[in-house]
């Protein structure tokens, strides 16, 4: 199976507690998020954030169709409320995983003697960077079940204000009555690649899965939805010269004012 780091198809999202490829014109950059600022008001804290593999009851739960193998990292930050979101998540996308009654039952490990019957489940957060008072993580996921061709994969993007000290959704930076506009300027902006896979604009719908990117906002799409499953995860940038009617001011990152624009 792939890893997810390499690659490959889409798991499942993680359950929220509370809420591939590049594609189209500009493309993936990098994150806007890339580093803390040197200096971030006194009432925001500065991200600090390093990976913590999580110790569970064991390593590998079995029943009678086999077993699968946990890996499990989150992320340790300094600010409490952030560490306890992520845990929440994790335990509810893998509640087997923390059960102290699962481990305690006594099966062989078949990783040795059937290694095709044994499952994998992975879970990763990883803290991507902060603007302001916008950090950003990524929750990466991956599960391959014994026996399948390949494993599938998926990263969910979470950006949190930490003014407001809670998780942004899509409907939290948009103006009122602006999704129609956004889905309209994103289909525009990256008509070419949609246009090469046969997607129309009747078809298509706005991700919820995004992110801040060097140049623009990028949304995230599962797999299959607008592409095959080789070409993964496809990312739609919508530039931030055109968002400025769309999205809240107070959402937008502090850009250069370019002649002509």
């Not at 971030?40 to 193998?69: H, R």
């Not at 409490?80 to 509640?95: G, N, T, V």
């Not at 948009?174 to 690649?193: G, Q």
């Not at 095959?228 to 496809?234: D, L």
Request: charged share 20%; net charge neutral.
């Amino acid at each position: 199976p792939r890893h997810p780091a390499a690659g490959g198809q889409h798991r499942r999202p993680l359950p929220a507690a509370v809420p591939g490829q590049r594609a189209g014109a500009g493309g993936r950059r990098g994150h806007l998020h890339r580093a803390a600022p040197a200096a971030v008001a006194a009432d925001l804290p500065g991200i600090q954030a390093k990976v913590l593999a999580l110790k569970l009851p064991q390593k590998q739960i079995c029943d009678e169709d086999g077993c699968t193998a946990y890996d499990i990292q989150t992320v340790k930050t300094n600010v409490a409320w952030i560490d306890e979101y992520f845990m929440q998540r994790l335990q509810k996308a893998d509640p087997i995983a923390f059960s102290k009654a699962a481990a305690s039952n006594e099966t062989p490990n078949v990783e040795e003697t059937d290694p095709m019957r044994l499952s994998q489940s992975s879970s990763y957060v990883r803290y991507i960077g902060q603007h302001a008072n916008l950090a950003t993580f990524s929750l990466q996921s991956y599960s391959y079940p014994a026996g399948a061709a390949h494993g599938i994969h998926h990263q969910e993007f979470v950006t949190f204000d930490l003014k407001q000290k809670k998780r942004l959704a899509l409907q939290d930076i948009m103006l009122r009555n602006s999704e129609a506009k956004i889905t309209e300027e994103l289909f525009n902006h990256n008509y070419n690649w949609l246009d090469e896979h046969d997607i129309s604009r009747e078809k298509f719908k706005l991700s919820d899965n995004f992110y801040y990117g060097a140049n623009g906002l990028v949304f995230v799409y599962p797999l299959y939805e607008l592409a095959s499953y080789a070409e993964g995860m496809p990312e739609l940038v919508l530039p931030y010269y055109a968002t400025a009617q769309l999205i809240k001011p107070e959402y937008l990152p502090s850009l250069p004012q370019y002649p002509n624009q």
